[in-house]
């Protein structure tokens, strides 16, 4: 079993910045991907990012060229850089971690709050 605890969250201006990371209760070198999910009310969850042990990234359309997803094996932690936050990407933001396709480990959520 896989405890995740996201932090970073906050209350930013649209334009801004903010890094979340999700830290791991052990090694995820053997987690074949990390992801990061975000819900807004009313609205079913969400893939915003993911990257898999190997390094490749993937990331939802609605924020291509805005965010980041990147990890240290070593610190086991997994980052999600966001540039140029809208306040469409208010939402509770999740950390994601799966051994095969599914997702088996989630952590608490972090709140991103944009305003503009």
């Known amino acids: 079993q896989v405890q995740l605890v996201e932090s970073g969250g906050g209350l930013v201006q649209a334009g801004g910045s903010l890094r979340l990371s999700c830290a791991a209760s052990r090694s995820i070198s053997s987690i074949n991907a990390m992801g990061w999910y975000r819900q807004a009310p009313g609205k079913q969850r969400e893939l915003v990012a993911r990257?898999?042990?190997?390094?490749?990234?993937s990331y939802a359309d609605s924020v291509k060229g805005r965010f980041t997803i990147s990890r240290d094996n070593a610190k086991n932690t997994v980052y999600l850089q966001m540039n140029n936050l809208k306040p469409e990407d208010t939402a509770v933001y999740y950390c994601?971690?799966?051994?095969?396709?599914?997702?088996?480990?989630w952590g608490q959520g972090t709140q991103v709050t944009v305003s503009s």
């Open positions: 994601s971690g799966s051994r095969l396709v599914l997702v088996d480990y």
């Open positions: 990257i898999t042990r190997g390094g490749s990234t």
